[in-house]
């Protein structure tokens, strides 16, 4: 009997089902698909062992040792964690790299102990190569609106309150500036990519209406945009916040110092406290103020890093946070939006509306619901 196949990707990243990935944990980590688990058939190690196998004595001598690597209670332990997570996902499917002998391999084995598992032909390959064509398509059809704004305005606030938007900070795990460093880090650079293009596949999928996004550089911290969006982006129309430099340093506050202590206890140690969390804050906080340091020239730099530290040492001492005021305000003015109104000029696209955050916002709900 036959084992069920699938080429239908589009339905695949439509319908987000969870996917097996027996690939490598060092395949895996260079680029997956969001909500994708990887239980591999070979380790990093026994993957290298069978490469340099098939190198040196073709195919047959690869599978032979692969066989012995993952033989009698390693295949046991495997199978049954492969089944384990079949049992726990029944609309799941598998893949490896480029749906060849390994998944074919894994499948076949819980078939064995019967477990039926559809396998996704091409593979890791087949679904990136679709991802990366299916992008380009869909930017080409679809409207795009750029959500612009000095530093501060709560762009990425508007775009979190819309259905239809690309969160592009939101993927790359970041806040798109010196100082947007997150904990826990960023995805890679693939991972991104696979991510972006399953979120515009989907929001093409349900109508042609516009999509918003915010106005980003070519980098949102060490993840690239891709080129076709770059490309589309400088064209797109420009939707412009306007916010006082009061409002901007307070939305800076909020997003760069008050809300970030609770991400560095959620993703801290077990018994870390607030003030722990607080100075870690801190401590990127300097860290991001001194990686521009050449930008902002030596004595702007070190009267904003004592404003900084003088904030730091009042918020540890009293809780509150409102010192930060003082330096983010001179940095706001002085340096971010000098440097954004410079960008602004290089893009190219049509400004269409002008006003406030809450302005901005119920106009795009009108063109974007």
């Known amino acids: 009997m036959s084992l069920p196949v699938t080429r239908d990707y589009l339905d695949l990243f439509l319908t987000g089902a969870p996917l097996l ?23 990093d190690s026994e993957r290298h062992q069978v490469g340099i196998r098939y190198k040196h004595a073709g195919q047959d001598a690869a599978i032979t040792l692969g066989h012995e690597l993952v033989g009698g209670a390693v295949r046991a332990a495997r199978t049954a964690a492969w089944a384990a997570w079949c049992r726990q996902h029944p609309e799941g499917y598998l893949y490896c790299f480029r749906g060849g002998l390994r998944s074919c391999t894994v499948q076949q084995w819980l078939a064995d102990e019967g477990v039926t598992v559809p396998l996704v032909q091409g593979g890791y390959k087949a679904m990136r190569r679709f991802l990366l064509e299916r992008f ?12 612009c704004g000095r530093t501060g305005t709560g762009k990425t606030r508007v775009i979190e309150a819309l259905d239809r938007a690309l969160d592009l900070e939101g993927r790359a795990h970041h806040r798109g500036s010196a100082f947007g460093r997150r904990p826990g880090g960023q995805p890679a650079q693939i991972d991104f990519e696979n991510a972006l293009a399953i979120d515009l596949l989907r929001l093409r999928h349900t ?11 070519r980098l949102v911290g060490r993840c690239a945009l891709p080129l076709p969006l770059q490309a589309a982006m400088k064209t797109a129309p420009q939707i412009m916040i306007e916010e006082s430099l009061a409002s ?3 939305v800076t506050l909020e997003d760069y110092v008050i809300a970030p202590v609770d991400e560095y206890l959620q993703l801290g140690d077990a018994g870390q406290t607030e ?3 607080r100075a870690r804050l801190g401590e990127s906080l300097l860290a991001a103020l001194d990686r521009i340091r050449k930008r902002l020239g030596g004595l702007q730099h070190a009267r904003l890093r004592a404003q900084l530290q003088d904030a730091l040492a009042l918020q540890a001492r009293t809780g509150s946070p409102d010192a930060h005021r003082v330096w983010i305000e001179s940095l706001l003015r002085d340096y971010y939006d000098p440097m954004y109104d410079y960008m602004l000029g290089k893009r190219d696209g049509q400004a269409l509306f002008t006003g406030s955050r809450a302005e901005v916002l119920a106009w795009l709900r009108e063109r974007c619901a």
């Open 275 to 277: 003030q722990d969390a």
């Open 21 to 43: 990935d027996v690939r490598a944990p060092v395949e895996f980590a260079k680029g997956a698909f969001p909500g994708a688990w990887n239980l591999p058939l070979l380790e």
């Open 248 to 250: 901007r340093v307070t």
């Open 207 to 217: 109508g042609d209406r516009p999509v918003a996004l915010e106005d980003e550089g």
């Open 136 to 147: 380009q398509q869909d930017l080409a059809r679809t409207p795009l609106l750029l959500v």
